[in-house]
């Protein structure tokens, strides 16, 4: 909308728009592609270092080949992340953000690209590995159908209350590396109650990528949401 | 984080807003409303948008920020509030279940350009 009206001097010209409005059009046309075909969009975030590529290695281990998966991964540089992952035998699309200028999020528009390079018709489930930030990548919307958050007990337990819009806006939160708990004075209880302060209903599965442990939980929620999506399709 | 790719598309969708049977204008001034959930920074926005608008139709324009504040409506008991710190729960009952009715703006309301005819020879 475009109204001109004089203010003094000048011209004030009125334009009332979101300055994210191009992203938010791309994410609804992503999300309308995926659900086409019937593919469940995982955006997997977290700080640097919380164990999202183990958590995800491990999780492809589970599913596939029975879920046929693939990936796009978000760094702002190396193909690391995307080397660990292709271990799994899942297509694995690598983003580099620098050639977007060390972009610290993915964008709707960098995941229509990166689709491009995958059979959609061929998989049910893209999981997106953002970029390691907490704050960025929640601004954002990739056109996904889930948001999670990923956080280690190497972290401090107050993370949830420091990046409060990061998992008021996700809809699952991993506790990784729960292994190590023994050896910290990490307060896991303290941890969980700051999810709790600010996402009451958001479920938390407690897990060690490293161990296995607590991995049946995860699997059983994304395997559900898997399924609801492609019931959706059809 | 984000504020040069903000920048440019301020940029972007201010110089397709000035009305093109106006001909090459200069903007003098953009305003923005951006709430303080939006996760930009309103100084390092400034520095990227002043060097990203060199030698577009915005080069030299002042951002005028209204930095709106958090206003939350708890789900549980319906309280509505202004929020100042960074994580919160509901003043009355305690609650996290929260619906933020503003706070995450981030929008640009007008941009302002001189009126034809005036300072043609002006500073500018």
């Keep these: 909308m475009q109204t001109v009206h004089d203010k003094g001097a000048r011209r004030e010209i009125k334009v009332v728009q979101r300055v994210l409005k191009v992203n938010e059009r791309m994410a609804e046309e992503n999300r309308r592609r995926f659900a086409e075909k019937g593919v469940f969009v995982v955006n997997v975030m977290s700080s640097p270092g919380s164990g999202k590529t183990a958590t995800l290695q491990k999780t492809l281990a589970r599913l596939m080949p029975e879920v046929r998966a693939a990936v796009i991964v978000g760094d702002v540089s190396t193909t690391h992340d995307a080397d660990r992952l292709a271990v799994t035998g899942a297509p694995v699309v690598q983003v580099n953000t620098d050639a977007f200028g060390g972009d610290c999020h993915l964008a709707a528009h960098v995941i229509e690209k990166a689709a491009d390079d995958l059979d959609l018709e061929a998989i049910e489930l893209l999981i997106v590995e953002n970029v390691g930030n907490l704050v960025c990548p929640a601004e954002f919307d990739i056109g996904e159908d889930a948001r999670v958050v990923v956080l280690s007990v190497t972290e401090g337990e107050d993370k949830p209350v420091k990046y409060p819009t990061m998992f008021r806006t996700c809809d699952a939160a991993i506790l990784n590396k729960i292994d190590l708990l023994p050896h910290l004075d990490y307060d896991k209880e303290q941890a969980v109650a700051y999810i709790r302060q600010v996402n009451p209903a958001m479920p938390v599965f407690e897990i060690s990528a490293r161990t296995g442990a607590g991995m049946d939980a995860w699997i059983g929620w994304l395997r559900e949401k898997i399924k609801s999506k492609l019931k959706a399709k059809s | ?124």
């Design chain 2, 1 to 124: 984080m984000h504020e040069m790719g903000i920048a440019l598309q301020i940029i972007e969708i201010a110089t397709a807003s000035i009305p093109p049977e106006l001909g090459p204008q200069k903007v003098e001034k953009v305003n923005l409303k951006i709430g303080k959930l939006a996760a930009v920074v309103p100084d390092s926005l400034r520095f990227c948008f002043e060097i990203a608008s060199r030698e577009t139709p915005l080069a030299g324009a002042e951002l005028a920020i209204e930095e709106t504040p958090v206003v939350a409506r708890c789900k549980a008991c319906n309280e509505r509030w202004t929020i100042d710190e960074p994580a919160f729960s509901c003043r009355g009952c305690g609650s996290g279940s929260l619906e933020i009715l503003s706070g995450r703006e981030l929008d640009i309301v007008s941009i302002e350009i001189l009126q034809e005819g005036e300072d043609a020879d002006g500073p500018r």
